[in-house]
């Protein structure tokens, strides 16, 4: 099983943040969330491991 990666593997992780902001920008809280829903859907299907899914999961859940 490939583990989930915590440490930034971002060139730029200030653009990244920047760019989530921006994406929110000027959406009302129904449409922030979808498109959350709809990113999160993307970027879990480019990673394609479960596992590393289920590790991500457990450790979001954790920090709320």
Same mark, same amino acid.
């Given at each position: *099983?490939?583990?989930?990666?915590?440490?930034?593997?971002?060139?730029?992780?200030?653009?990244?943040?920047? *760019?989530? +902001?921006?994406?929110? =920008?000027?959406?009302?809280?129904?449409?922030?969330?979808?498109?959350?829903? =709809?990113? +999160?859907?993307?970027?879990?299907?480019?990673?394609?491991?479960?596992? +590393?899914?289920?590790?991500?999961?457990?450790?979001?859940?954790?920090?709320?």
């Amino acid at each position: *099983m490939i583990d989930l990666i915590t440490t930034s593997q971002l060139a730029d992780p200030d653009a990244a943040y920047n *760019m989530l +902001v921006d994406a929110h =920008r000027d959406l009302d809280d129904t449409q922030s969330a979808d498109l959350n829903a =709809r990113l +999160v859907l993307l970027l879990a299907n480019h990673v394609g491991e479960l596992g +590393v899914l289920e590790q991500a999961i457990a450790l979001a859940k954790k920090e709320l």
